[in-house]
């Protein structure tokens, strides 16, 4: 089994940089595609970035692509989602997530029901 821990979340202006950090624990990690969600007040949980089991492929959302990158290192089974050029839009709980697969779709990848395990949430703020 995984359970995940995020962090790195806080108060940044537009414009700014975060990184969060989501630590797994469990032997089957490795295996699993991993990804970050994020949900604002009153609206769904969206996607943003996901990886493949071994880091071959990567997705994003088009809102974020070119400013987040998202990468994971199985040997310290940790998975980093950076973020640049932060908008106030992108003002959320953000979510680490992992699966019971590898995954390499992104039509699977993409949804939050294809996660297994999730982290607790931890708040970005971007203020303007």
């Known amino acids: 089994q995984v359970q995940l821990v995020d962090s790195g979340g806080g108060l940044v202006q537009a414009g700014g940089s975060l990184r969060l950090s989501c630590a797994a624990s469990?032997?089957?990690?490795?295996?699993?595609?991993a990804a970050w969600f994020r949900q604002a007040p009153g609206r769904e949980r969206e996607f943003v970035a996901g990886?493949?089991?071994?880091?071959?492929?990567?997705y994003y959302s088009d809102s974020v692509k070119g400013r987040f990158t998202i990468s994971r290192d199985n040997a310290k089974r940790t998975v980093l989602l950076q973020m640049n050029s932060l908008k106030p839009e992108d003002t959320a709980v953000y979510y680490c997530?992992?699966?019971?697969?590898?995954?390499?779709?992104?039509?699977?990848?993409?949804?939050?029901?294809?996660?297994?395990?999730w982290g607790q949430g931890t708040q970005v703020t971007v203020s303007s």
């Open positions: 469990g032997r089957t990690f490795s295996n699993s595609a």
């Open positions: 997530a992992a699966a019971v697969f590898c995954g390499r779709s992104p039509q699977t990848m993409g949804v939050p029901r294809s996660y297994a395990y």
């Open positions: 990886i493949d089991c071994s880091s071959i492929s990567t």
